[in-house]
């Protein structure tokens, strides 16, 4: 059974920082890309950032430079660094596995974040 479950979500202040955290099982996780998404109130889910292999990432515009996505192919995590946090940043973050070279993947259920004074 796969299962992806992310952690770390919670409240921060503006300029703050969160690291989040996604725990998988059940993949062979280093056959898979991971991204993290997001989904914030009344908005379609956006892409945040995704990585491939430690050397390979990509990062939607607004977060670059104040985001870092990292793996640990060891233990089988994916991980978010968020630093410098706008309330823009305010979501549900989602972890997505995507197995390489085709459509199969896989989606956790989500931790919240929110940025607020």
């Known amino acids: 059974q796969v299962q992806l479950v992310e952690s770390g979500g919670g409240l921060v202040r503006p300029g703050g920082s969160l690291s989040l955290s996604c725990a998988t099982s059940g993949i062979t996780f280093a056959d898979y890309f991971m991204s993290w998404y997001r989904q914030a109130p009344s908005k379609g889910r956006e892409l945040v950032a995704q990585?491939?292999?430690?050397?390979?990432?990509n990062y939607a515009h607004s977060v670059k430079g104040r985001f870092t996505i990292s793996r640990d192919d060891n233990t089988n995590t994916l991980y978010l660094q968020m630093n410098n946090l706008e309330s823009e940043d305010t979501a549900m973050y989602y972890c997505?596995?995507?197995?390489?070279?085709?459509?199969?993947?896989?989606w956790g259920r989500g931790t919240p974040v929110t940025v607020s004074s």
């Open positions: 997505k596995a995507q197995r390489l070279g085709t459509l199969d993947s896989y």
């Open positions: 990585i491939i292999t430690p050397t390979v990432t």
